[in-house]
């Protein structure tokens, strides 16, 4: 009778094979189910092997997860960057609205100035016109004339009213608009913090994967 030759020791492309083969077919991966797959195999070199193999696989996800996680970190610098280039351009913007309301704001009491000093102009005239005409009786063309005057006079009032409502509404505009700016300068500075506290753990994060990698 011829003696069956032992079988020659199990090597570890043979059970990372094995294993391999198992975890794809999701099934559990153990010394006794590895052994299963090869048909033998001495338990300490199986599992001296597995170790080994499951080393492997672990060192490949760490690997992986630092690989995404340093493409989060480079994806948050650029939406910070972003919002710091999104904030340079609101600030540009609010400081341009604040220049503005303050050049609307010095034409305002210009207005307001040459309507108190028409509106004085004109008070003096009809008063001296009023006391010249009741003095002179039955000069209807003088009366005309005074009636053309004051006409005038109250017409130039009015248009300074106008213009200084007018500016008194861009004004209010220009206020609006600065508030907003602000507002959302505001909004701009809280993203940007919090992009920095996500990028500041994600990276500590990854300095920790390195460590125990």
Do not use: Y
């Amino acid at each position: 009778m011829e003696t069956a030759m032992p079988r020659q020791e199990v090597t570890l492309d043979e059970v990372t094979a094995a294993a391999t083969s198992l975890q794809d077919e999701g099934r559990d991966v153990s010394l006794d189910t590895v052994r299963e797959v090869l048909g033998g195999g001495s338990a300490p070199t199986i599992h001296r092997h597995l170790a080994a193999w499951r080393g492997r696989a672990a060192l490949a996800q760490a690997e992986r997860d630092m690989a995404d996680l340093i493409k989060a970190g480079e994806e948050l610098e650029g939406e910070r960057d972003e919002l710091q280039a999104q904030l340079a351009s609101v600030t540009i913007a609010r400081d341009q609205a604040l220049a503005l309301s303050a050049e609307q704001t010095e034409d305002i009491e210009r207005l307001r100035a040459e309507l108190r000093d028409a509106r004085q102009v004109a008070t003096d005239a009809l008063v001296g016109k009023a006391k010249d005409q009741l003095a002179i009786d039955g000069k209807d063309a003088q009366l005309a004339d005074l009636r053309q005057q004051i006409e005038r006079n109250v017409a130039a009032s009015a248009a300074l009213s106008d213009a200084r409502l007018k500016a008194e509404m861009e004004l209010v505009g220009a206020v609006t608009a600065r508030d907003n700016f602000e507002a959302d300068a505001k909004e701009l500075r809280s993203k940007l913090d919090k992009s920095n506290a996500e990028r500041i753990a994600l990276r500590a994060e990854l300095e920790a994967l390195k460590a125990s990698a």
